[in-house]
């Protein structure tokens, strides 16, 4: 694994979903031109244009996902909260932002259902930076897992968890199963 952001989509409107990503470029970036194009498996997609920043995304890369779930990749830092409410509004389903840096072990994970915010998490450096919202019902407490003591615990929160998290969302965050992509940029 590397870095990489993630917005996994629970449905199958792909078309419907690159319409909101179009308008939602058009109207952060200011611009009227949109350029969609194919790319042939998943190393296409994360090139020199993909690099991510703390800026809004400028990038797009939409693929179907596991059944059920259409995939978009960004690249950008951004929590894009503005995007996920509108995306989870309008195509009335589930969003699940995740961002993932492993070299670092830093992750994150954001949940919107039909535009209302239900839950934010962050864990970077050994703590969790940020907790919103209410739990969720199956989350465990502490989240993550001890890698200290039965007397002294430390709790983590890594890629393990994320998926284990996710898996009760009906989703495996890290597998991209589409062999074609469309990209999303501006010109």
Not at 5 to 11: P, S
Not at 74 to 96: H, I, K, M, P, T
Not at 161 to 172: P, Q, R, S
Request: aromatic fraction near 10%; proline fraction near 5%; include cysteine.
């Amino acid at each position: 694994m590397a870095t990489f952001t993630t917005i996994h989509l629970q449905t199958e409107k792909a078309e419907e979903t690159l319409r909101l990503l179009e308008a939602h470029l058009r109207c952060r970036l200011k611009t009227g031109a949109v350029v969609r194009r194919r790319a042939d498996g998943f190393e296409e997609i994360y090139g020199n244009d993909f690099i991510n920043s703390d800026e809004p995304p400028t990038l797009f890369a939409l693929g179907s996902g596991e059944p059920g779930w259409v995939t978009v990749h960004y690249n950008s830092f951004s929590d894009c909260r503005d995007l996920l409410e509108r995306l989870s509004q309008g195509l009335n389903c589930l969003a699940v932002l995740v961002m993932a840096q492993s070299v670092s072990s830093a992750y994150h994970i954001t949940l919107y259902r039909n535009g209302t915010h239900l839950r934010t998490l962050e864990f970077a450096d050994g703590e969790w930076v940020k907790e919103f919202g209410k739990p969720l019902p199956f989350e465990k407490e502490p989240l993550g897992h001890n890698i200290g003591t039965a007397k002294e615990p430390f709790y983590v929160f890594e890629d393990e968890d994320m998926t284990e998290y996710c898996k009760h969302l009906g989703l495996n965050p890290w597998i991209d199963v589409a062999e074609e992509w469309t990209i999303l940029s501006v010109p």
